[in-house]
């Protein structure tokens, strides 16, 4: 068996594995026979199909959003620490989902979808301004002035956040739970209002895993190698945000799956984009799942924001990625 088809045959069976586990475990036990016989278990059976399955749909495709942004936005700048949270892109979705809620924003045509699309846009205008702000600073676009100027946007963004919070009167409790990042009774609905812009984001993705390795040589070399650059990049940018946004309207901020997860599939299966944006996808689904489903059992009955699990995870792996990138740099000077 060829490396690549284990890394597809292992990542599916880990995705597979972890959606019974996070629908199977939590106070009430679900018996595998619910699948085919409702009438078994009428309690567990409601409990699965209307609350445990959507959470966990929602989670994986949350976390897939994430991770194959991550691995796209760290192809496109060449730099691993490159994620949607790191970049303020999840500040600027955050942003765009609370306005949303607080001036009770929307869209006559879209209806339930004017969440996710104010959402989407808070995380392109946020990535543009990013990426502008930072060429202005520094043509080369260097991993520090990308990481400081995400700094200095989320920093922005998040103050915008906390005036709406601390104006806010009934919805409250609605901004904060965003926030705090949860997949919790949030139900099929929710599951058909992401659907549609992982499809197109991840598509638009995709189209570009050819472009993304080109890329990887610099722009020059792609530009006398056919790649349309400016395309390219635009592309990548708004599938990308329209991913994080689509995401953060579903479950709040929930950050470092964009980097975690491309990060490791990248270490493990290597760097090629035709396999990384898919493993990453499917790597980013269960790990979220798993993580949502230690964040509701941890401490049962309460439960955690599934944001706190991601931080504890991506924190550590974050200073690790960032320690050995100057380290080599020391040694190469």
Known sequence: MSKIVTA?????TLLIISIWCGAAIGSVHIPLEVLWNKAADETAANIFWKIRL????LAGLV??????AGAAFQGLLKNPLADPYTLGVSSGASVGAVMTIFFGLS?????LYALPTFSMLGAVLTMVAVMSFARVVDRSLKMETLILTGVIFSSFLGSLISLMIALSGEELRQVIGWLLGSVSMRGWPFVQMIIPF???GSLMLWTQRRELNVLLYGEERAKHLGVNVKRSKYLILVGGSMLTGAAVAVSGTIGFVGLVVPHMTRMIWGSDHRHLLPLSFLNGATLLIICDLIARTIIMPRELPIGVITAFIGAPVFSYIFYKQRRSKGVRA
């Open 8 to 12: 597809y045959v292992t990542a599916i």
């Open 54 to 57: 959507p959470r966990v749909f």
């Open 63 to 68: 976390g897939a959003s994430l991770a194959i």
């Open 107 to 111: 869209i006559p045509v879209v209806g």
């Open 198 to 200: 992982v499809i197109v």
